[in-house]
């Protein structure tokens, strides 16, 4: 079975760094476009970046591009995000989203708050 | 691509028939997504490729649409179907957007 689960979440201080990371097994890993999507409290969802398989294309949703960084270890079959500047807005909980959309992590919650 | 979904909320009695309607900014050919979000837990896929239903999914469940235009459907309402429905759609990628979200609740 598939199975994604992310670890990492914690409260941080407005302007600081958090890392993110998401354990995947039960599927070719370095074949699939891994994304990362977060939800704030009582708020929707919104896609936050993601990673081809072979990390060759990343790409990053505008309220995040230039703070946040993803990458991946294939021969780990994980994911990260390097979240830096953080601010109050990207509270949320980050899931871990497998390329299609039909499996995602519990998520892990992330709370920017002084 | 801006997705917007309708209503935002819902309420309704079991054995109800529920559409939720999901409209896109530009074509999307049938690039959605369709999923089911409980209280505490991740989304769950329900409905792929507009109309297709994932392994596992109930029959009462379904899809249609395509272009700017879609629909999900609950056939006879059950109480576990009380969550927050979402589209999402696929068409361009890697730039993924859901809709609003519309919530379900019993009447």
């Known amino acids: 079975d598939v199975n994604l689960e992310e670890s990492g979440g914690g409260l941080v201080l407005p302007g600081g760094s958090l890392r993110l990371s998401c354990a995947a097994s039960?599927?070719?890993?370095?074949?699939?476009?891994m994304n990362w999507v977060r939800q704030a409290p009582g708020k929707g969802l919104e896609w936050v970046s993601c990673?081809?398989?072979?990390?060759?294309?990343?790409f990053y949703a505008d309220s995040v591009r230039g703070r946040f960084t993803i990458s991946r270890d294939n021969d780990k079959n994980s994911v990260h995000l390097d979240m830096n500047n953080l601010r109050d807005e990207d509270t949320a909980t980050y899931y871990c989203?497998?390329?299609?959309?039909?499996?995602w992590g519990r998520g892990t919650l992330v709370t920017v708050s002084s | 691509i801006q997705m917007t979904q309708s209503p935002s909320s819902l309420s309704a009695s079991v054995g109800d028939r529920v559409t939720i309607v999901c409209q896109a900014s530009?074509?999307?050919?049938?690039?959605l997504n369709w999923y089911q979000q409980k209280p505490g837990l991740a989304p769950r896929l329900l409905i792929y490729?507009?109309?297709k239903l994932q392994t596992g999914v109930p029959s009462r469940f379904s899809g249609s649409g395509s272009g700017t235009y879609f629909t999900f459907i609950i056939t006879s309402l059950q109480p576990e179907d009380i969550a927050t429905y979402y589209c999402?759609?696929?068409?361009?990628?890697?730039?993924?957007?859901f809709g609003q979200g519309t919530k379900l609740e019993i009447q």
């Open positions: 989203v497998r390329d299609g959309g039909g499996s």
């Open positions: 039960g599927f070719m890993f370095d074949a699939y476009t």
């Open positions: 990673i081809t398989g072979s990390s060759h294309k990343k």
């Open positions: 530009q074509d999307i050919n049938t690039y």
């Open positions: 490729d507009a109309s």
């Open positions: 999402q759609q696929y068409d361009n990628v890697p730039r993924l957007t």
